[in-house]
Structure formats: structure tokens, C-alpha cells
């Protein structure tokens, strides 16, 4: 069984210069792009999407943020996809996320830095953090037509 989860590249990685080597963390690990498109974000789709932090302080500077510049928007998909995705990633907090995961080798912010800048952490990249999360997000952003699902990968015998 595999299944699709949902990232967004946010306007700090593409500004950072660093989209190729995200994408190529999740490509290494054997996920398939079913789905990847460059996009401005408008503010109620922002708003929609961060919906469950909706009166946290951080909200509106989140909201902000992400559509302060081009997102890059994927589905990806394989075994355990959501899990997988989350781990490359890493912690939220850059200064308590791994070494080795996206945001522990390309961003160092805390929280208490963050809060006397911006009020917010930017982190470079949103993954849903379950199955159900992902459906909602994927059809939040894409259309039915955005999706390419029927290839292989010449490693896909593998996963
Ligand atoms: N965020 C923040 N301060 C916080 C918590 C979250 O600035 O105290 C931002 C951060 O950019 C994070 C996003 O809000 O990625 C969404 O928060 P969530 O808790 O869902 O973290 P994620 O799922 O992205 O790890
Ligand atoms: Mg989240």
C-alpha cells in the first residue's frame, strides 16, 4: 500500500536558492512526484491552510510568510509517505531539528529569535503531518488536472 502526502516549498527556500537540493532529499529516498507546480499563494488559501493554528500569535505572521514570494507545491508519493517526509524534514524548532533532516542542516532559528524578528519560524518547507491532513491540504491546492500518477520509477521494484 502507498500512499500521497503534501509539501510545500516555502518562499524562504526558493529565495535561499535551495529548492534543488530539497527536492533531491525526497527524490533520493525513493518517493515519486505525482504532482509539482510553482504558484504565488493567495492570502485565504494560506489562511485556509494553516486553519488549525487560526489564533495563535504566530498566525498571521505564518500566513504572511507564505505568500510572501513563489511556493513550489508536490505530492509525493510511496510506502509510509507522511512518515518518511516528516522525518526528512525534521523538527518545526530549526534549532532543535536533527542534523541530517532539511531543517536542521539548512535553517538554525529559534523560537525566541524568532519571536524578537519576524514572529514566525522560517523553516523552509511544509509536510502534512497525516494521511487525513494531506487529502484535506492536496485538494486545498491542487486540481485533478495537476496530477501525472502513471509512471514508474526504475527503482520503484525496490520500495
Ligand atoms: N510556527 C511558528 N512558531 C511556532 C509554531 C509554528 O512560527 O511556535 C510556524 C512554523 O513555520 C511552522 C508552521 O508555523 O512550520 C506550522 O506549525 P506546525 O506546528 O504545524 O509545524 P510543522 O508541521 O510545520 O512542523
Ligand atoms: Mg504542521
Redesign the pocket.
Known amino acids: 500500500m502507498t500512499e500521497t502526502t503534501f509539501i510545500i516549498l516555502?518562499p524562504d527556500a526558493l529565495r535561499r536558492g535551495l529548492t534543488g537540493q530539497i527536492i533531491s532529499r525526497l527524490e533520493n529516498a525513493g518517493l515519486r512526484i505525482v504532482a509539482m507546480k510553482q504558484i504565488q499563494a493567495d492570502t485565504s488559501t494560506a489562511e485556509e491552510h494553516?486553519r488549525?493554528?487560526q489564533g495563535?500569535?504566530?498566525y498571521k505572521?505564518?500566513v504572511e510568510?507564505l505568500c510572501s514570494g513563489p511556493i513550489i507545491l508536490m505530492a509525493l508519493d510511496g510506502a509510509h509517505t507522511v512518515e518518511i517526509v516528516?522525518k526528512l524534514?525534521g523538527?518545526?524548532?530549526p534549532l532543535k531539528a536533527a542534523p541530517g533532516t532539511i531543517r536542521g542542516d539548512f535553517t538554525h532559528i529559534s523560537?525566541d529569535r524568532?519571536a524578537e524578528r519576524l514572529?514566525?519560524?522560517?523553516?523552509l518547507?511544509?509536510?502534512s503531518?497525516s494521511h487525513k491532513s494531506a487529502e484535506r491540504e492536496m485538494s486545498l491546492w491542487f486540481d485533478k488536472k495537476d496530477y501525472c500518477k502513471d509512471y514508474l520509477r526504475c527503482d520503484d521494484m525496490y520500495f
Not at 514572529?119 to 523553516?123: P, Q
Open positions: 516555502k494553516y488549525e493554528h495563535r500569535k504566530f505572521p505564518l510568510l516528516r524534514v523538527a518545526t524548532e523560537y524568532a514572529g514566525v519560524i522560517s523553516n518547507i511544509h509536510a503531518d
